[in-house]
């Protein structure tokens, strides 16, 4: 059974920063598989903040460019995301997720429908 278990989330003051961990169980490996995480507000679409691709080569939107850094450790099988310089605009339910690395994830990987597995998604909230 693959599983997903986000960790980190929290509550944080504008300009702080958190980090969220992914680990990976049953047939993901993140040194193979293609990873992201993604975030959703309430009544707002699932939108994606970071990917990155086996060979770790990173994605992201123009929203959290700089701010965001989303790393794997292989030996782990874990996925991060650094978050620095938290703004309001960044309160969602943060989801890692999964996707086979096929040529369509390169060119949308930050679309949620290019990802097949998800975790249960970690709270993060900023005050202003």
């Known amino acids: 059974q693959v599983q997903l278990v986000e960790s980190g989330g929290g509550s944080v003051q504008a300009g702080g920063s958190l980090r969220l961990s992914c680990v990976a169980s049953g047939d993901t490996n993140v040194a193979t598989a293609c990873m992201g995480w993604f975030r959703q507000a309430p009544g707002k679409v699932r939108e994606g903040v970071a990917t990155i691709e086996r060979g770790g080569r990173p994605f992201y939107p123009d929203s959290v460019m700089g701010r965001f850094t989303i790393s794997k450790d292989n030996a782990k099988n874990t996925v991060y995301l650094q978050m620095n310089n938290l703004k309001p605009e960044d309160t969602a339910m943060y989801y890692c997720?999964?996707?086979?690395?096929?040529?369509?994830?390169?060119?949308?990987?930050?679309?949620?429908?290019?990802?097949?597995?998800w975790g249960q998604g970690t709270q993060v909230t900023v005050s202003s």
């Open positions: 997720a999964a996707a086979i690395c096929t040529p369509r994830w390169y060119i949308s990987s930050l679309n949620p429908s290019m990802s097949e597995t």
